[in-house]
């Protein structure tokens, strides 16, 4: 199905994966599922609707990454991305065409003034679109600790200085 050596610039993400296994099954995908199936991609075909850009949003902090929670939008060319936990706010605007690493943020820079007012309009729309809460997890933004490794949940203050354990988490 796909051809040795072939590559293709379609924006693809692991939540295309179950699409495409139940494509490629012959099992209808149900029309609740996010992604898509990449089986016309991998045999060299984009669709014309094809996605110009997708939303991503990564909490897992502090474990196992030690990455700060953040969310955004991906196009072929530009990531926005907003942090967002422990009190920090911030933003980078990555241009892969220009820093492919990411090592320099253009967010703020007059140069990427247009392409940072589009980036935050999709970015918006995208998540209208997706129902993401406005406001985030307790969890993610450090107010509330997961599971440690004995598997108990972090405690969090109740009314009156009093600790409260926290609700267990779904398992």
Known sequence: MVKPGSTSKALVSNVDYAATFLTMA???????????????IMAGQQPADWRKEFYYHYYEYPSPHHVSPHYGIITDRYKLVRYYAHGEER??????EKDPLEL????GQKDYADVQADLEVRLKQLRETLKVPAVDDPMATGERKRNDANGQVGKGKAKGGQKKAAPEAAK
Do not use: H, Y
């Open 104 to 107: 320099k943020s253009f967010f």
């Open 26 to 40: 012959g099992v209808p995908v149900p029309a609740e599922m996010q992604g898509r199936s990449l089986t016309k």
């Open 91 to 96: 933003s980078d605007l990555f241009d892969s």
